[in-house]
């Protein structure tokens, strides 16, 4: 009973993520084929996203102040309402396209919180299952990668069989089953306040200061700092990659879409590999060195091999076993980052740091572009694997702070911490 609630947050966060992959493919095709207008579909995925991003910042300090599992349950309930209405409008013929940007706003809204809360219950849950960081982090790294490569092609058969709107109604499901399985099997205990925001304020002002509070831990801690700043940069540069240079590669040499799903599949497979590995292996494994030769054998050859004149299989296997490596990343970096962060304010400072390492993205598509414009594929695809080997390099270079990423102390195997029935 101990590690029910372990188990049951992987399965929500496993029916969560793989509804949402669904609808990141059925939203915009719905939006497509409703429309017939591109740019109304790039406008809906941006509302949705840079609401979700909002949210993840600036939720944190209601969430810490709500609870975790309150917070998880309420944004997924909300977000799985708002978006079962729109195939109900649809059906009604009353799906005007601004109350479609509402109802995604919404989503968007309330996911944000709702996925900040469930990766803040990781340790928590962790904990009275007796399992090392390294092994519930990866752990819920691989039911994050194995959602992504199972959701977005299970959403696209489903649309070829019955149709956009039905898909996005399984994801609104999704989200209310993920809530009813937090309620039922997760139990974390309610984190104590800081001992320096004890008799903080509420209303606008304690929000404020508790907002603050979130954003100065970053700010104050090396190791943070640099996280922030290596994912920011390589989230621009691995969505440069996916947007635009991998496929106009693929079309430039192949005249042909498979190669991109042969490249993200195989890295895809290769991630799910290595964070199950992790979740196995991690947590005898030394946190720096491992991270920092991971990071720089598994992300920089996989761009590079995409230059050089081989065949498809050497390019698949290259992206699979940097995929293995890319894998252990993750689990990594959380794990030291639910061992620095108190529980306090854990929700404020993850939402900071996620929310603020995905501002990269909405910029990599505009970097890409215009790589593969004047340079052409290979030539953006050499200057993104220039610039990914230089950020691989950090870790090598700054070594005082990247080692603040090992072991304080021995990872945990006592008695699980006792929870609230």
Do not use: C
Request: net charge positive.
């Amino acid at each position: 009973m101990r590690r029910r609630s372990a188990y049951g947050l992987l399965v929500a966060e496993a029916v969560s993520v793989t509804g949402t992959r669904m609808s990141v493919v059925a939203v915009p095709w719905f939006v497509l084929h409703t429309t017939g207008d591109a740019l109304l579909t790039g406008v809906t995925v941006f509302v949705e996203m840079s609401t979700l991003v909002a949210a993840r910042v600036l939720g944190g300090p209601l969430i810490d102040r709500m609870g975790l599992r309150k917070a998880s349950i309420g944004g997924d309930l909300v977000a799985g309402l708002a978006l079962g209405v729109v195939p109900l409008l649809y059906a009604a013929g009353l799906l005007a396209f601004p109350v479609l940007l509402v109802l995604v706003g919404i989503v968007g809204l309330f996911r944000g919180p709702s996925d900040n809360a469930k990766y803040a219950m990781v340790p928590d849950v962790a904990a009275a299952a007796g399992w090392s960081n390294e092994r519930a982090a990866g752990l819920a790294d691989s039911v994050q990668r194995l959602g992504s490569l199972v959701g977005a092609p299970l959403g696209a058969v489903l649309i070829a069989l019955v149709g956009a709107p039905a898909v996005i109604a399984f994801d609104a499901a999704s989200f209310l089953l993920a809530a009813a399985l937090v309620a039922v099997l997760v139990r974390v205990r309610r984190a104590e306040p800081e001992p320096a925001e004890a008799g903080r304020p509420t209303g606008l002002g304690g929000y404020l200061a508790d907002l603050r509070a979130g954003l100065r831990f970053v700010r104050r801690d090396p190791l943070l700092r640099a996280i922030v700043a290596m994912i920011l940069l390589t989230n621009l540069l691995d969505q440069a990659m996916t947007a635009v240079l991998v496929p106009v590669w693929a079309a430039e040499r192949f005249d042909d879409a498979a190669p991109v799903g042969l490249v993200f599949g195989s890295l895809s497979a290769g991630a799910l590999i290595g964070s199950l590995l992790m979740s196995v292996h991690g947590a005898r494994l030394p946190r720096w060195r491992t991270y920092a030769v991971a990071f720089l054998l598994g992300a920089v050859p996989r761009i590079f091999v995409l230059a050089l004149p081989v065949g498809l299989p050497v390019v698949a296997g290259v992206a699979l076993a940097g995929g293995v490596l890319i894998g252990a990343i993750n689990p990594l970096l959380s794990a030291a980052e639910f061992e620095r962060i108190p529980a306090g304010l854990r929700a404020r400072v993850l939402g900071a740091i996620g929310g603020l390492a995905w501002a990269g993205i909405p910029l990599g598509g505009l970097v890409g572009g215009a790589l593969a414009s004047t340079l052409g594929a290979t030539g953006g695809i050499l200057v993104v694997g220039t610039a990914y080997l230089l950020v691989t390099l950090d870790p090598l270079i700054r070594r005082r702070t990247w080692r603040l990423m090992d072991r304080q102390q021995p990872a945990p195997t006592t008695a699980p911490v006792a929870v609230p029935g």
